[in-house]
């Protein structure tokens, strides 16, 4: 029995004989990535959003069972009272914005809580169902907070970064702990990014949950 290959076939065989060598797997991944990296970036960055605005919409449909727990005290429960969804309109004109508008379903009022998968900020003024927002990233913005891991507590206040500072030198904190509003338990606003030191006091960055730039849809929550 004759056994013949095309051409085709065998610069197949050749090629796949050749990526069992390292140095040319190397030297072809050495072509290949700076073609195919900024595509496949792209990719992973637009999958990345696809994934947080489900995460978003999941929340939201969850809006009537809104409950939130004070860390220490697990035989309490809080409940929170869902008012309306809102959707954005503007903002001011800062890369991190310190106002919003947005849109309601129903009527809001000042002092309302506006959220979005994390704490936004709060209503300043309202007309109708439309509402301006002072956010976390006004220098304006101040609210009392504290660290749910250890209890520690601070004012929270606003900026590009917003930062708790006049945290006492020694006291239980680290990267990644998650603070909450003090005054409204279980609404969390973000996560310690860096922990600054200088005795007698640490300041901490606060990375918000609320990004600007992705969520465009929020859920408003009358405080108790």
């Known amino acids: 029995m004759k056994f013949s290959l095309y051409e085709d076939e065998i610069l197949s065989l050749l090629f796949s004989l050749l990526l069992l060598f390292p140095l040319t797997k190397n030297f072809l991944y050495g072509i290949i990535n700076p073609i195919f990296y900024p595509a496949l970036f792209l990719r992973n960055e637009f999958e990345g959003i696809i994934r947080l605005k489900a995460q978003r919409d999941e929340l939201l449909r969850e809006k009537s069972q809104v409950i ?11 409940p929170v009272r869902f008012k309306s969804l809102c959707d954005f309109v503007s903002s001011s004109s800062e890369p991190y914005p310190s106002f919003i508008k947005i849109r309601c379903e129903g009527d809001v009022k000042e002092g309302d809580i506006v959220w979005a998968v994390g704490l936004v900020g709060f209503v300043v003024s309202s007309r109708g169902k439309f509402a301006e927002v002072l956010t976390l990233h006004s220098p304006d913005f101040h609210s009392k907070v504290f660290i749910a891991r250890s209890m520690v507590m601070g004012v929270i206040k606003g900026g590009n970064i917003p930062k708790i500072a006049f945290i006492p030198y020694g006291a239980d904190v680290k990267v990644g702990d998650t603070v909450y509003l003090m005054e409204h338990p279980g609404v969390e606003v973000g996560e310690v990014k860096e922990i600054r030191v200088n ?24 405080p108790f």
């Open 68 to 78: 939130v727990v004070f860390p220490t005290d697990t035989a309490n429960y809080y």
């Open 199 to 222: 005795p007698p006091f640490v300041s901490l960055d606060i990375k918000p949950f609320w990004r600007y730039e992705i969520w465009t849809r929020f859920s408003v929550l009358e």
